[in-house]
């Protein structure tokens, strides 16, 4: 039943009724880009060190992607990067790791509540429920009051947990009829804006510029 709610809140419909609490966490987290498991089968640690700590925002965000793959790299200064799109990636490989050290945990937590970029406090929101500790709680359910595209990440990252308050905010997002028509809608935007063909292309080249790679 309880998946079911959550679906039915961010997707304006009743969806995955069978999904898998995990699997839900999951899609909360949106996984920005992809990772293909052949690269990062070809980078050794050195070399992702050094990829984390690159000048290039765009080398610090793929180098992010590949440590979600490898739960035993240090993503705490990934989530004091000073570009956002990098602290946003590397809260969802956070989440990716499903365990973190303390440190990291509070950093989340700061940081889905206190960012000024929307999308890192959603990204931290949903990075917190697939971690699925109970010290996340109150950031998630903060979240629930954010704005729609955050508060759509943060509902979904209440499936892990059980509580009185889980129970209530829940309740709140499935008896405001506009409220969910807002968050399916922001669901239906970060989709439009950020998993689209176009995107993708003008990742890659962003990439491949500061690499050097397109100057002739």
């Known amino acids: 039943l309880r998946l079911r709610q959550l679906q039915l809140i961010c997707d304006g419909r009743q969806r995955h009724a069978?999904?898998?609490?995990?699997?839900?966490?999951?899609?909360?987290?949106?996984?920005?880009?992809r990772v293909h498991?052949?690269?990062?089968?070809?980078?050794?640690?050195?070399?992702?060190a050094a990829a984390l700590a690159d000048p290039a925002p765009g080398v610090r965000r793929r180098a992010v992607e590949l440590a979600a793959?490898?739960?035993?790299t240090a993503l705490l200064p990934s989530l004091a990067d000073p570009d956002p799109t990098v602290v946003e990636v590397a809260a969802w490989a956070c989440g990716e790791h499903e365990v973190v050290p303390d440190e990291t945990l509070h950093r989340l937590i700061e940081l889905a509540t206190s960012a000024e970029v929307a999308l890192v406090r959603e990204a931290c929101v949903a990075a917190l429920g697939a971690i699925g500790d109970e010290r996340g709680l109150t950031a998630i359910l903060a979240g629930c009051a954010?704005?729609?595209?955050?508060?759509?990440?943060?509902?979904?990252?209440?499936a892990p947990f059980?509580?009185?308050?889980?129970?209530?905010?829940?309740?709140?997002?499935?008896?405001?009829?506009?409220?969910?028509r807002e968050i399916a809608a922001a669901g239906r935007q970060h989709t439009i804006s950020h998993h689209t063909y176009e995107v993708r292309v003008r990742q890659l080249v962003e990439l491949l510029d500061e690499r050097g790679l397109l100057r002739g």
């Not at 498991?37 to 992702?48: C, I, M, P, R, S």
């Open 37 to 48: 498991h052949e690269f990062e089968g070809q980078l050794g640690d050195a070399h992702l």
């Open 162 to 180: 059980e509580s009185d308050e889980v129970e209530e905010a829940i309740e709140r997002a499935l008896s405001n009829p506009g409220d969910r």
């Open 18 to 33: 069978g999904a898998r609490r995990k699997e839900l966490c999951r899609y909360a987290i949106g996984e920005p880009q």
């Open 69 to 72: 793959l490898r739960p035993g």
């Open 146 to 158: 954010d704005s729609p595209p955050v508060r759509r990440r943060a509902v979904l990252a209440l």
